[in-house]
């Protein structure tokens, strides 16, 4: 065991290489993971209706561990917000785009009504994830100085 394990836990102090955070980038995984099964699962069953039980079931999943990661993003002092938003709002507008392109593919192929709506809500949390993750992994590593 190193000394940086046996010492006590990390607080905001310091170093930011040793500080405890909350582990919003795995649950920003998580829920990705959840809804990407989610769309691997409507997709494999198109063009014909497909069953929507376990397709709604991944996704409340999915916007569940997204609101507890979003959650416990907020809760953490001190932390490098800033550098977060500069890094998340440019990788949210391409996922924005990407996220759409999707939703337009699936649109002229002609998907409708509750498949299409619960497709159009994976890529939702799908665009927010990506954002949160890379934006997380960024800031976490940011010197921040406290007040």
């Not at 409708?112 to 890529?123: D, E, K, Q, V, Y």
Request: a positive charge; aromatic letters at 6%; hydrophobic letters at 60%.
């Amino acid at each position: 065991m190193s000394a940086a394990e046996s010492g006590p836990l990390p607080g905001a102090d310091a170093p930011v290489m040793h500080r405890r955070l909350p582990r919003v980038a795995e649950l920003a995984v998580g829920s990705m993971a959840l809804v990407i099964v989610g769309g691997i699962w409507m997709a494999a069953h198109l063009p014909a209706h497909p069953p929507l039980g376990p397709a709604l079931g991944l996704l409340l999943g999915g916007v569940a561990l997204l609101v507890v990661a979003v959650g416990l993003l907020v809760r953490i002092r001190p932390f490098a917000r800033d550098r977060f938003l500069a890094v998340a709002r440019w990788a949210l507008l391409a996922y924005v785009v990407i996220a759409g392109l999707l939703g337009f593919v699936f649109v002229k192929d002609g998907t409708r009504g509750a498949p299409l709506a619960l497709l159009l809500g994976m890529l939702a949390v799908f665009a927010v994830d990506v954002p949160l993750t890379i934006g997380f992994t960024v800031a976490r590593y940011q010197e921040v100085e406290t007040a």
